[in-house]
């Protein structure tokens, strides 16, 4: 691609950058919380179809997907989960094929007294736009979009065919990406902007979701010494898990992406409920647990360790020696995955195309990281022999308060992102 037309490329994101803080605020004012991302995938099934794409509109059917690797467990059912897919088919295919994902579903806004606005009411100040998912990810499936708008303005289109995704189920289980490979979506390479700073992920970890559920014996609280409270038995339980954190953050433990990272692995207690009545001795108790997992490292055999730790330090308690630990996974059984050890061709074309299309923008060589965090990435890379490439806009708060991103990062990326597409896939004229 001569600099002739890159620069024409940079010039139609400029042109359109009004347009798509716009469509990026649209698409942000819509709650799209688990289970409630029904009104954003309609909007962006019209948005696609508009641009004269083949879209593709299904529910997921998890009798179709349980079987496949990369499957998360999940509670409840998916009658509102759906997927959108907008298909470019090329009229050359003289290129190689891309799918752009992204998801829409966000994490749940929290406490609506922390934030200065609303989280659902989007706002832009001093170069930043604020609500709930404008970083994590809609900025990004905005880039994906507004990349390909670029080329049309310039009269071209992919000469490959291009899969743009707009997925559900990211934030708990992945289930949405996986959806689409069950579905026969393949390509050549994969591009996901999460909010990563203009970084190239290089690994990212894996990620387990479990609950412990405790039963005590209920008593009035009088007579507390009689009973045997419930949320107190949670506490050496929670202690132990922290133990086998540490454990396996050990340096012998590390996968070499991490080798220099003291604390890659983060348990997290996100939830504890329990009891019925604050004069009652608590009869029960649940709580959830995030725990992180090296790339490599065996899901099962994490498991075990889990279970076994949970149980012998029930072991040692007078109380839930006779009143087992009950373990219920649901959520991400997500394995972990570095496109840093993905040598093949595709691979190496991929992340030189990226590295060019990001000089080509900022003027400064691609830097890379390893995350601490997972991605979708892992379906493409681990199942579908595809290498994926997360690289994203600048965002901060992602899962905060007050979450926004930097709408100049949010202009680069989709420069970068035109610019990956045309060397990448080749360009044709428009149809």
């Given at each position: ?24 605020s649209e698409l942000t004012a819509h709650p799209s919380t688990r289970g409630n991302e029904q009104g954003a995938q309609d909007f962006m099934a019209r948005e696609l179809a508009g641009r004269g794409m083949e879209v593709d ?204 990272h003291d604390h890659a692995l983060n348990l997290n207690i996100g939830k504890i409920e329990g009891g019925d009545w604050a004069s009652s001795v608590p009869a029960w108790c649940v709580f959830d647990v995030r725990m992180g ?139």
């Open positions: 691609m001569n600099t002739n037309m890159q620069t024409r490329l940079l010039a139609a994101v400029d042109d359109r950058f009004d347009d798509q803080i716009a469509f990026l509109r299904w529910q997921i059917d998890v009798a179709d997907i349980r079987d496949l690797p990369g499957f998360s467990p999940v509670i409840g059912d998916y009658e509102d989960a759906v997927n959108v897919v907008g298909a470019h088919r090329s009229a050359t295919r003289q290129g190689r094929s891309l799918i752009l994902n992204g998801h829409i579903d966000v994490v749940p806004e929290g406490p609506l007294e922390m934030w200065d606005s609303p989280p659902f009411a989007p706002r832009v100040a001093d170069g930043w736009m604020y609500g709930r998912g404008a970083g994590d990810m809609k900025a990004g499936l905005a880039s994906n979009l507004f990349a390909l708008d670029a080329l049309r303005a310039c009269g071209f289109a992919p000469a490959a065919d291009v899969f743009f995704q707009s997925v559900v189920e990211e934030e708990c289980t992945g289930n949405g990406a996986l959806a689409c490979l069950q579905r026969g979506y393949r390509a050549e390479a994969a591009l996901i902007p999460e909010p990563f700073a203009e970084q190239l992920v290089t690994a990212q970890l894996g990620v387990i979701w479990f609950q412990v559920h405790l039963k005590g014996l209920p008593t009035h609280v009088a007579y507390a010494g009689s009973g045997s409270n419930a949320i107190e038995a949670a506490v050496p339980l929670i202690s132990a898990l922290h133990e086998m954190e540490a454990r396996w953050n050990a340096p012998a433990c590390r996968h070499a992406d991490y080798a220099h997992i090296f790339p490599g490292q065996d899901i099962a055999t994490a498991k075990s360790e889990i279970q076994e730790v949970l149980l012998q330090a029930a072991r040692d308690n007078d109380f839930l020696r006779n009143n087992t630990p009950e373990i219920v996974y649901h959520g991400f059984h997500a394995e972990g995955y570095a496109l840093s050890q993905d040598t093949s061709a595709a691979a190496v074309g991929a992340i030189g195309a990226l590295e060019g299309a990001h000089r080509r923008v900022s003027g400064t060589e691609l830097d890379k990281a390893a995350i601490t965090a997972t991605t979708d990435a892992r379906f493409f890379g681990l199942y579908a022999d595809t290498p994926a490439l997360v690289y994203g806009p600048r965002a901060e708060a992602i899962h905060g308060f007050n979450e926004r991103v930097d709408l100049d990062s949010m202009r680069r990326v989709t420069q970068a992102t035109a610019l990956f597409i045309a060397d990448w896939c080749g360009l044709e004229p428009a149809g």
